[in-house]
């Protein structure tokens, strides 16, 4: 993808000298950032352009360009790549819409656009898009006209699947006086996706972070894996969030996770910092520009007690703490203030000092610390200073945080006059409160801290996505079977028709036992009065036996009944686990508490299959039952290493068992430490490749 | 292999104290070593599930699913190393390696 960015030479498409031309913008944009490479122009009719010349016969064009970019009406752009595949042409950027985008038969032309570019082996940008920028070589190739001026070279690098979301972006950097090194607008991203050009952002040396504006996720899975593999930070503004309507929950746990929760918990899962707001995104920035946060402990500064409070609270709900300043250090702050009116404590008010060089000092004495792990420095100046000052003392905030690496967010704030002056004087990024401040110092903490041990393998499964049509549920006697298989500890259980063997089974197993009916049309057995539990001998299986053969022969009328007799466990905690196939990252696991807590309160943990151990535990910790597992008022606690170790192998069958296409353990019962899990019922729903899988050739049975 | 032998990562360069180069030219940390390997097992295993989901000749397909089953196996006793693992109910034997040896004999030319 080098020659994409870092062309020698470039065709431009679809240029003629008129005014109202979109293609000469582009040729404009490449000479006001003084692109090195040669440029070549190609339009219908014959002509020039400033010092260029126009040709109309592509044999012409002299050279061999690595890149074109193609701005002509859509239903031409076929055959203008086949021309340039022809010409040895294999890099395309396609800035043209009127394609699927559009309507039908815009569609069809994109997919003679996506063939003939295979045949040539030609990869391409968009179409539907406003094209790439890359200021470390000047290549620039919006057909709007930009301004050098409003723009910086810097490290900042984005990819997004709107044009115009790009384009605000732009103007944000602008007003922020932010650099970044490459934008790209994905359009209909119909051959490159966002995952192409994260692979290629995540090993380019001038990117440093990288920034993402997705409606669509093309495959979810891989994005977690380059994610998993970086230390860069990926933030990622995600819209299209509403759920979606054609997955149409069957079991209780795959309703318990919405299109938007699976999102949450996969970004989370793979370390990408997820912003909701164009402004969001910016701070984010802003904040991975600065030394890494790299502990949880945060000093405050300002000359405000207000400002003092609102960061104290906002410290909170990010999860910062505000240490103890030392004593040593309240000293030094003591020697500097006026009237000493104001008490020493973190947040550290210096409304009583003045004089703007005592600021770098105490900043500095602040961030030895060894307690300290970043600043939050809130100034409040008046026009009185001069801005060549203000200039000084911003480098020396900037100097000073890098040489301790250590982050210093600085919030300015003064009125519109100066505003802008504040944010030109140099290139450290500036806040204006510290809320928004904050909440990205969080994530550039959540960053830093990422556990290595949590990277764990996230496998592409773009190829195998199932169709949930053609689904179908796993009747008992497969379910249990696989349970088995699977190494799953089961309540010890029989199968039966008629009651004579069921008072058989059930004295092999001993009382007391359960019996359920067993069959996949009943998906709620306790609703449906298919279950009777604690059944102490077998006069009363007998009775039990009798009444539900006779509710489900109604129900069932003509069928086959099958019954199962199962061991009673004592009563213990109940558990959930279940999975839901998302379009966009595959496999999930959810887990929770039983009874009302899924269900009812939705208080479930989610993360893309398969878990690694410590992503395991992280699910079991992040439900607000979990104190319910470790022992409460006086109950012991549960086998919480046993619950673990079920929540690994369900996210494997996930994964492995590509006929799997929903799972669902419930109940799942915890017993005491030490005693393991057991369960007791569950489902599977197998999608359309299981219909040619015989169980017992595989020895699933025996 | 019998229960409660420990499984030998194969092809592991010497690598420093933090590093390790698995035989694919990649190096990873020392403690992703193991899910490393199980998610290796796991990304094979879902692989050959869609190839058993594919095939017509039922031969194949049972051979895939055994398969398919001993590496299930192996990649439950990787991913719970070290804990009690009294779990477990499958376990790969000698029967099963030598099983896997004789196959292209069983299957013929």
């Known amino acids: 993808m080098h020659h994409l960015f870092y062309p020698q030479s470039v065709v431009i498409i679809g240029v003629s000298a008129e005014q109202t031309n979109l293609g000469r913008n582009i040729v404009e944009n490449l000479d006001r950032f003084s692109f090195q490479g040669e440029i070549y122009l190609f339009g219908l009719k014959e002509g020039r352009l400033n010092d260029r010349a126009i040709y109309s016969n592509v044999e012409e064009i002299p050279g061999s360009p690595e890149l074109a970019v193609i701005l002509t009406p859509a239903r031409s752009i076929p055959e203008i790549i086949d021309v340039c595949g022809r010409r040895g042409i294999r890099w395309a950027v396609i800035e043209s819409g009127g394609f699927s985008e559009y309507s039908k038969d815009g569609g069809q032309i994109e997919q003679q656009l996506v063939r003939i570019a295979r045949k040539y082996g030609i990869r391409f940008v968009g179409p539907n898009c406003i094209g790439i920028m890359n200021l470390d070589n000047g290549m620039v190739l919006p057909f709007a006209l930009m301004d050098h001026a409003m723009t910086r070279k810097g490290s900042i690098s984005l990819v997004s699947q709107s044009g115009g979301i790009a384009a605000s972006v732009m103007k944000l950097f602008s007003c922020e006086n932010l650099g970044f090194n490459k934008f790209i607008s994905m359009g209909n991203k119909i051959d490159l996706n966002e995952n192409d050009y994260l692979d290629y952002l995540i090993k380019d040396p001038k990117t440093s972070v990288i920034g993402l504006y997705l409606e669509s996720i093309s495959d979810g899975r891989a994005l977690m894996h380059l994610a998993m593999g970086t230390d860069k930070p990926i933030i990622l503004l995600k819209a299209n969030t509403s759920p979606g309507s054609h997955q149409i929950a069957r079991f209780h746990t795959s309703a318990l996770a919405g299109d938007n929760d699976i999102c949450v918990a996969a970004l989370a899962q793979a370390g990408i910092h997820r912003v909701h707001t164009l402004t969001g995104l910016i701070e984010h920035f802003k904040v991975f520009l600065l030394p890494p946060m790299n502990g949880p402990n945060l000093a405050v500064i300002g000359r405000s007690g207000g400002h003092g409070v609102l960061a104290a609270d906002a410290a909170a709900t990010y999860g910062f703490a505000l240490p103890q300043i030392s004593k040593k250090v309240l000293d030094f702050v003591q020697s500097r203030i006026r009237s000493g009116v104001i008490h020493m404590t973190n947040p550290l008010d210096l409304g009583d000092v003045f004089g703007i060089s005592y600021y770098i000092d105490i900043l500095e004495a602040v961030l030895k610390e060894k307690q300290i792990n970043g600043v939050l420095l809130m100034q409040n100046y008046t026009r009185i200073i001069e801005m060549e000052d203000i200039r000084k003392h911003i480098r020396a905030i900037q100097e000073i945080s890098q040489r301790y690496g250590k982050p210093v967010a600085t919030c300015f704030l003064t009125d519109r006059s100066e505003f802008f002056e504040f944010k030109t004087a140099t290139d450290f990024p500036l806040f204006i409160e510290a809320g928004s401040a904050l909440e990205a110092l969080a994530a550039s903490y959540q960053h830093a801290t990422r556990r290595r041990k949590d990277v764990f393998p996230i496998i592409s499964l773009k190829r195998r996505i199932p169709s949930s049509e053609g689904t179908f549920l796993a009747g008992p006697e497969e379910v249990f079977a696989r349970f088995k298989f699977w190494g799953l500890p089961m309540a010890d259980f029989r199968l039966v028709q008629d009651l004579e063997t069921a008072l058989l089974a059930a004295n092999e197993i001993g009382y007391p036992v359960v019996l359920k009916i067993a069959t996949a049309k009943v998906l709620h057995k306790t609703e449906m009065k298919g279950v009777k539990i604690d059944i102490q001998d077998g006069h009363a299986l007998k009775a039990a036996f009798k009444e539900m053969e006779e509710h489900f022969l109604s129900t069932f009328s003509g069928e086959e009944l099958k019954f199962l007799i199962q061991k009673m466990v004592p009563n213990s905690l109940e558990i959930i686990v279940g999975s839901k196939y998302d379009p966009e990252f595959g496999p999930v696991i959810l887990f929770g508490l039983g009874g009302i807590f899924a269900e009812v309160l939705r208080d479930v943990a989610i993360r893309v299959a398969p878990v690694s151990e410590d992503q395991a535990m992280e699910m079991i910790n992040q439900i607000r039952g979990s104190a319910l597992l470790k022992g409460f008022r006086g109950k012991p606690p549960a086998d919480v290493e046993a619950l673990l170790r079920i929540l690994m192998t369900f996210s494997r069958i996930l994964i492995d068992y590509p006929e799997v296409y929903e799972l669902e353990i419930n109940p799942l019962l915890v017993l005491g430490k030490g005693q393991g899990c057991v369960v007791v019922d569950g489902r599977i729903r197998f999608n359309q490749v299981a219909s040619n899988i015989d169980g017992k050739e595989g020895g699933f049975y025996s | ?109």
Do not use: C
Not at chain 2, 14 to 37: A, I, Q
Not at chain 2, 57 to 76: A, E, M, P, Y
């Open chain 2, 1 to 109: 292999m019998s229960k409660g032998q420990k499984i030998k990562v194969v092809s592991i360069e010497r690598g420093n104290k933090e590093f390790t180069k698995l035989f694919d030219g990649k190096w990873v940390p020392k403690y992703h070593v193991r899910p490393e390997t199980y998610g290796t097992i796991d990304e094979l295993n879902s692989f050959l599930g869609m190839a058993r989901a594919v095939t017509k000749d039922k031969t194949v397909k049972r051979i895939l699913l055994i398969i398919q089953n001993h590496l299930f196996v192996i990649g439950s006793d990787l991913a719970l190393s070290g804990k009690d693992r009294s779990a477990l109910k499958g376990e790969i034997t000698q029967k099963e390696v030598d099983w896997l040896v004789r196959l292209p004999e069983i299957l013929g030319p």
